[in-house]
């Protein structure tokens, strides 16, 4: 359960902060003083910290100075009125993870928080190469004994050590996240920030003021200045994911950093010097995109000074076993059980499946045997994969589908039902909602109303997994059902 210190003399404030983060699963603790605030990080050991700039003993400022030192990695937000913008913008450049206004939003509060607990996992937790089987549950690692995966080893020790910017390259699901971090936390700037930054994740209008920053007036609302992710970064790593997709009009400005090492703000004119190490991932085919006009040609040979490209699955078919353990002991671990094991004839399936989402379908699917078998050993029956297949001959071309079970012809069934019926002229919208609502039930039937362990389990944020509860009007009891 992951751990929230919340320094703010209101302690109406503290109270609500409790009990909202309390139902979404978050173990919360309150200080009313800076100085309670500053010996608590040390007693509780946080995963984050809500700070209030205005105390009754001290300035919020002078809290964080005193606890950025020594926790560099622990994200702290900010909470300001409008009146203090200017010192949490400096908290920032100093090392905060972000600032929010009085009043708040809450679900925009929990998503800030759960970006800051995200950025403070991706900081604080190690990445092993390789690891020995008794540190599978302590650490997150890359596994693998393939020839391939030895190779990867030797380039992220050869690469970590300079600062040189990285290009990691691979398929969707093989773990260029992890490749990226391991670069990180063996590198010299290994006590210094690691932002993450999603181009995809990030729609385009925000992606360049979350990138670069902006100055008070740039655009409608912007009330204040603003410093960027890449600014905030200083001395440390920004990842971009999915760099193959950001928009042709930041490339210019992102290609500006490599080769001068300086940024300029959205709506500023000021040359602002940063020092940081970049590394960047993506799973497109990045001389096509050259060829196609949609990624410039100059940015993509700064980024090629080392690349680094990991292996499908399919291809190091070898660490399906050793993957398959560390997946299972882990899950285990977090799920308080004991590792049930897979039966040979489950992992002769297994290493027969081409596995096109790689190692995170992989690990889907363990999860889901793992939650409906039981505690009992894994077997064919339980892993949720398929090979593809063709149908009889439909008369199109283009017609690809799998090997259906008895309860995908039911849900086959159900979706001609539907589309036959005529009744609902937004049917795509009525089947999604009705699948919608059926997950958010069963996860929270499985979590036992648990929303942060629910939200998890179905892979999506906890703001939205909230607004999906409130929109299907799901109540939460003893047992949940619709309102």
Not at 27 to 50: F, N, Q, R, W
Not at 63 to 69: C, D, G, L
Request: aromatic share 6%; charged share 25%; hydrophobic share 40%.
């Amino acid at each position: 359960m992951k751990r929230i210190l919340i320094i703010d003399d209101d302690k109406q404030l503290s109270l609500s902060f409790r009990k909202i983060l309390g139902q979404d699963g978050y173990d919360t603790h309150a200080a009313y003083t800076g100085t309670e605030g500053i010996t608590m990080v040390d007693l509780v050991k946080p995963d984050l910290v809500i700070l209030d700039i205005r105390l009754p003993d001290m300035s919020g400022m002078e809290v964080f100075e005193a606890i950025h030192p020594k926790h560099p990695k622990l994200p702290v937000i900010i909470i300001t009125a409008h009146g203090t913008t200017e010192t949490a913008i400096q908290a920032m450049k100093n090392g905060a993870f972000d600032y929010i206004y009085k009043p708040f939003d809450v679900p925009e509060m929990l998503a800030l928080i759960e970006k800051g607990i995200e950025a403070g996992r991706c900081m604080s937790s190690p990445v092993d190469v390789n690891p020995e089987a008794e540190l599978f549950t302590q650490r997150e690692a890359i596994v693998g004994n393939s020839p391939q995966m030895l190779t990867i080893y030797k380039e992220i020790g050869k690469v970590a050590s300079t600062d040189a910017t990285v290009l990691i390259r691979g398929e969707s699901g093989t773990g260029k996240e992890l490749a990226a971090r391991a670069v990180y936390n063996y590198s010299s700037r290994s006590e210094k920030p690691f932002m993450v930054i999603n181009c995809v994740a990030i729609p385009e209008t925000l992606l360049e003021s979350e990138l670069f920053g902006y100055e008070k007036g740039a655009f409608t609302g912007a009330s204040h200045r603003r410093v960027g992710k890449i600014e905030q970064a200083r001395g440390g790593t920004v990842f971009l994911d999915e760099i193959g997709d950001m928009p042709m009009n930041i490339q210019a400005k992102f290609l500006r950093l490599l080769q001068e090492n300086s940024i300029e703000r959205l709506g500023g004119k000021d040359v602002v010097p940063v020092d940081v190490r970049i590394i960047a991932a993506t799973n497109r085919d990045l001389e096509k995109a050259v060829a196609d006009g949609t990624f410039r040609e100059d940015l993509y040979y700064r980024l090629q000074v080392i690349t680094i490209t990991l292996p499908p699955l399919r291809e190091r078919k070898g660490d399906i076993a050793i993957l398959s353990h560390y997946v299972l002991t882990r899950l285990s671990a977090e799920m308080g059980t004991s590792n049930p094991g897979i039966s040979p004839e489950a992992m002769q399936k297994m290493n027969g499946y081409e596995w096109p989402g790689n190692i995170r379908e992989l690990s889907n699917v363990l999860k889901k045997a793992m939650i409906f078998n039981r505690g009992v050993q894994i077997q064919p029956e339980d892993l949720a994969i398929h090979e593809a297949s063709s149908y009889p001959d439909t008369g199109t071309d283009n017609f690809v589908s799998y090997s259906a079970s008895s309860s995908e012809d039911r849900v086959r069934e159900w979706i001609r039902q539907c589309l036959l019926a005529d009744k609902d002229d937004k049917v795509f919208d009525s089947c999604l909602d009705y699948v919608a609502e059926l997950l958010i039930i069963e996860s929270l039937n499985i979590t036992g109303g648990n929303r942060s362990k629910a939200a998890k389990l179905l892979g999506i944020s906890r703001p939205t997994f909230h607004s999906k509860i409130e929109k299907y009007q799901i109540k939460i009891g003893s047992s949940i059902d619709k309102q």
